[in-house]
Structure formats: structure tokens, C-alpha cells
């Protein structure tokens, strides 16, 4: 008796868990835009595709990372303009004020270390479908888990955030 194949994601569910996933650093960006700032502690590293669809910025700044760039949102910031399919921010790069705009779809990893919290997404495929997700407690930003190879251990546990 013959095994059948499995069943082909037809759903897509990867694709909508970084996209709900990523919806969490629009959240945190929104907030981080409020009057209020930053609460606490608290601040991020975003890491971006510099040669995704739709970063912009200073061409001097973005040849310098031609692959990947992070940055860090904490004490010296600007204008940070969370928006519904990107985030634009003013930063200062060598003493000087520079905006970048990103799309979230760029965003490859988001780390407040204030609470070891990251959330880690793997580039876009050349279909533009995303393939995996992992969100995890990190122990620093320059040391990011690497994604697994192995599909049983893409699962996602939504443990932490479930209230008791």
C-alpha cells in the first residue's frame, strides 16, 4: 500500500504567521511613535534588506551595507513615522541626520533587549512568498539564531503570550 504525499500548504500559513508576526513590530513601532516613547528600558534593533523593494534612504548610507543594515531605536531618533506597510525614521549616521524608510516586508529581525525579546523572519523568497518564522528569547542582537533547517522545528510556541 502506497504512502500518499503530503498535503501542499495551499494555505499558505507560514506567509500569514510573519505577517501577523511582523504586525507585532508595527505594534511596537506605533508605540514607540506615541507621545509617551519608549516605556522603560526599552528599545530595539531592527534589521533590514538594504536591496529590498522599497527601502529608501541616502545612497551613501545604503551602499555602506549592501546586504544588511541595523538600527537602533533608543535615545537619539527622530521622527519615526510607523506606517501601515512601512516605517520611516530619521537617524544620525556620522554626525549627520539621515531618513530611512523600510518596509516591514524588509525587516528581517527585531530585538529589544531590554527584555531579550526577538522576533526573527527569513527574506522573501523569489516568489515573494516568506518561508519561515521563528520568534524566540535571544540572548544578544549580534548573535541571532540561526533559522532551522529541519521543518519540525519551525513551530512556533504561543505559550508566552497566552494569559493564564
Do not use: C, N
Request: glycine share 6%; hydrophobic share 40%.
Amino acid at each position: 500500500m502506497a504512502q500518499e504525499p503530503p498535503a501542499q500548504d495551499q494555505m499558505h500559513y507560514e506567509a500569514m504567521a510573519q505577517e501577523a508576526l511582523r504586525g507585532v513590530v508595527k505594534a511596537a513601532l506605533k508605540r514607540a511613535a506615541s507621545p509617551e516613547g519608549l516605556p522603560g528600558a526599552h528599545h530595539f534593533y531592527v534589521t533590514f534588506k538594504t536591496d529590498a523593494p522599497g527601502v529608501s534612504g541616502p545612497a551613501d548610507l545604503l551602499s555602506k551595507y549592501p546586504d544588511e543594515m541595523t538600527i537602533v531605536l533608543q535615545h537619539q531618533y527622530w521622527d519615526l513615522a510607523p506606517g501601515e506597510t512601512f516605517f520611516s525614521v530619521t537617524l544620525k549616521f556620522g554626525g549627520q541626520p539621515k531618513r530611512v524608510s523600510v518596509p516591514y516586508a524588509a525587516v528581517s529581525r527585531f530585538y529589544d533587549p531590554s527584555v531579550q525579546f526577538l522576533l526573527q523572519f527569513e527574506a522573501a523568497t523569489d516568489s515573494g512568498a516568506v518561508t519561515a518564522v521563528e520568534a524566540t528569547e535571544a540572548a544578544a542582537p549580534a548573535e541571532a539564531p540561526v533559522p532551522p533547517a529541519d521543518p519540525a522545528e519551525k513551530v512556533v510556541s504561543l505559550d508566552q503570550f497566552r494569559k493564564k
